[in-house]
């Protein structure tokens, strides 16, 4: 799974003096060597979102390690890492947990995300042939930027058909995410030939942009294509999406232009050696 490396755990005195993560924190770092808050887990059986801290860069597989339940005043008690994640870079921010955080379902097979609020719940698994009615209306919405890129609707991604996405689906792989109330705000799609994965129609509602789902729904359909050369394309103009991809590691291999006005852009990643 994600987790490397040797789980050290430590106790802590008087937890209940601290009242914000923020004092616990700056305590820690005093009191413990390169200290850093590491992951967190979502214990099944207690309902509660643990946070996990460490002295170590990660996690051995099938370990014991510390978490710390703050709801329960900071009570420490002992958990696996089979269900805990890691946190995003970033997510410790003057002092306080102000981004989302990942773990995964006990399965192993959906990737869960959690902010502090619990409409932060959002969850990425396989979309099953029911859900391809409401992606391909997530679709139609979500490409509406891109068609204001071009001043038309004329553009492949609103012209799909439902049985032209149901073909995709045969096909290959294709990822949703849903919010605790089981609306899907994002979805990715991809499918293997000859040793690659072609990506595409990476999408997310415009409510739900800008924090990090784009690259969470890319990096998900990699691990489902693990082993694999990756590659996509977007139009020259989307330089939003020209840098996300680039951040994920690709690079531009490649441009084909498909008239005056439209010319995609091709990136690849390839697989690690």
């Not at 799974?1 to 802590?12: A, D, E, P, V």
């Not at 705000?185 to 030939?193: E, F, K, L, T, Y």
């Not at 990476?202 to 784009?214: I, Q, S, T």
């Amino acid at each position: 799974m994600l987790f490397t490396g040797i789980t050290r755990t430590f106790s802590t005195e008087n937890e209940q003096q601290y009242e914000t993560i923020g004092a616990f924190w700056a305590e820690m770092e005093n009191k413990y060597d390169c200290t850093r808050l590491r992951g967190l887990g979502y214990n099944w059986t207690l309902g509660t979102i643990e946070y996990v801290i460490g002295l170590t860069d990660g996690y051995a597989e099938g370990s014991d390690c510390t978490v710390i339940l703050p709801d329960e005043g900071w009570t420490e008690v002992r958990g696996r890492t089979e269900n805990l994640g890691h946190i995003y870079d970033g997510i410790y921010k003057d002092g306080a947990l102000s981004y989302e955080i990942e773990t995964f379902d006990p399965d192993g097979n959906c990737r869960i995300l959690y902010s502090r609020s619990p409409e932060g719940y959002k969850r990425i698994c396989r979309a099953t042939e029911k859900d391809l009615d409401e992606i391909l209306k997530l679709q139609y919405l979500a490409y509406q930027s891109e068609a204001a890129l071009f001043g038309t609707d004329d553009i492949p991604p609103l012209k799909q058909t439902i049985e032209e996405v149901a073909e995709e689906y045969r096909r290959g792989t294709i990822l949703k995410m849903v919010t605790k109330d089981g609306r899907i705000i994002g979805s990715v799609r991809a499918h293997a030939q000859n040793g690659t994965a072609y990506i595409g129609k990476l999408m997310v509602h415009p409510d739900y942009r800008g924090c990090g789902l784009g690259s969470t729904l890319l990096s998900e359909i990699e691990r489902y294509c693990s082993g694999l050369r990756y590659e996509l394309f977007t139009s020259t103009r989307s330089t939003d999406n020209i840098r996300l991809y680039r951040n994920a590691g690709y690079e531009i291999f490649d441009q084909r232009a498909v008239d005056d006005k439209l010319v995609f852009v091709y990136l690849e990643k390839n697989k690690p050696i």
